[in-house]
């Protein structure tokens, strides 16, 4: 795909997104009130709230916007089916995992949370974060397959 194109999808990805992005920066800037802060991370495409006050730990993607509990996405993590005893990866960077999130939202758009929860959910049995893994393993394979 030539730049021009490349550069087209990704905005049009990114409107697509808008309806979930949006769910993500309410969520974000109730937190700001509680001491998270936002910064736009051009690596990860992404509307990034650092130390989000709810949650287990960890991050959750909406859109172009990710939750994240700690201070940097550059932190290391396991992936899912290491976590869950099914093989034995390396840690991988939790902000290439919630990329592949931003990339999947960008192409199923307000879809997306429907079909991530048939698929599972948060779990190792979800395709999506299988991918997701992939993707921060490997660089490659961010869409189920």
Not at 68 to 97: F, M, V
């Amino acid at each position: 795909m030539s730049p021009a194109g490349l550069w087209l999808a990704r905005v049009l990805g990114i409107v697509w997104a808008v309806p979930n992005t949006l769910v993500g920066v309410v969520a974000g800037v109730v937190g700001m009130a509680f001491g998270a802060r936002a910064e736009w991370s051009r690596r990860d495409f992404a509307l990034v709230f650092h130390r989000w006050p709810w949650g287990p730990g960890g991050a959750i993607t909406f859109g172009n916007s990710i939750l994240h509990t700690g201070d940097t996405l550059e932190s290391e993590c396991i992936t899912y089916e290491h976590r869950a005893g099914r093989t034995q990866h390396p840690r991988i960077r939790l902000g290439d995992h919630e990329r592949a999130h931003v990339y999947q939202y960008m192409v199923l758009g307000p879809l997306f949370l429907p079909v991530y929860l048939l698929c599972g959910g948060v779990s190792v049995r979800n395709p999506f974060e299988r991918a997701a893994d992939r993707y921060a393993l490997t660089g490659k394979g961010w869409w189920p397959g």
